[in-house]
């Protein structure tokens, strides 16, 4: 599966929003893109994914670049339960999922 | 949702000793687990591919002989550290494919310190 790379570190002021990207420019026309979020000491938990087109769910947006090479998590309002280290992991249906090393988000009150 | 037990969230167990973990699906059934390894600060690392009546699939550098994977029915996968060291202590994360979500829902994983 192809590598994605990710800041190590953001930080947004609680109630505004937050871009977290992710460059992934050796994708392949069948991956997926999926973004999970880790709190301490928890699981990762699924945040979003999608395909093409941009995504919208309770949680978050994801906006895909035209040519699929990066890709955008979008929250609309951050919160403080919204810190916490962002995947974005590539994968095609079936595969495993090989982390990387994921965007510690600090959320400032 | 689609939920995934792991049992116990935590254990401490002495060098030389072995410890099980376990893997429960709760409302669905997983022909296919996975298991993680996280050191502090780290990120997550695949350990092995777990499938149902079948032999596990270990990644480059896992251990099968230290790190013994059972899946023997669609709900239930378990992972054995056999002769536990302190290098071993570590956050073990497993994880089984939903279908239909084209993604993977995740245990709430087991701290492991071995002393």
């Known amino acids: 599966d192809a590598k994605t790379t990710q800041p190590n570190s953001m930080e947004s002021n609680e109630e505004e929003p937050v871009h977290l990207p992710c460059n992934h420019s050796?994708?392949?026309?069948?991956?997926?893109i999926h973004w999970y979020r880790q709190l301490p000491s928890q699981g990762p938990e699924y945040v979003i994914h999608?395909?093409?087109s941009n995504v919208n769910n309770r949680m978050a947006s994801l906006a895909i670049a035209e040519d699929r090479k990066s890709s955008t998590l979008i929250l609309h309002r951050a919160t403080l339960r919204d810190a916490a280290v962002y995947y974005c992991?590539?994968?095609?249906?079936?595969?495993?999922?090989?982390f990387g090393t994921g965007t510690s988000l600090t959320v400032i009150p | 949702g689609a939920v995934v037990s792991q049992h116990p969230s935590w254990v401490i167990c002495k060098s030389g000793t072995s410890v099980k973990i376990e893997c429960r699906s709760l409302?669905?059934?997983?022909?296919?687990m996975f298991w993680y390894r996280q050191f502090p600060k780290q990120s997550l690392m695949l350990m092995a591919t777990?499938?149902?009546?079948?032999?596990?699939?270990?990644e480059q550098g896992v251990e099968k002989d230290k790190f013994l994977i059972n899946h023997a029915s669609l709900t239930l996968s378990t992972l054995t550290v056999t002769s536990a060291h302190p290098e071993d202590s570590s956050f073990y994360i497993c994880?089984?494919?939903?279908?239909?979500?084209?993604?993977?829902?995740f245990g709430s994983g087991t701290r492991l310190t071995v002393v």
């Open positions: 994880s089984a494919r939903v279908q239909g979500l084209d993604g993977y829902t």
């Open positions: 050796t994708i392949s026309g069948t991956d997926y």
């Open positions: 999608g395909l093409t």
């Open positions: 992991i590539l994968s095609r249906t079936g595969n495993q999922f090989y």
């Open positions: 409302d669905f059934q997983a022909t296919t």
């Open positions: 777990s499938n149902e009546g079948s032999k596990a699939t270990y």
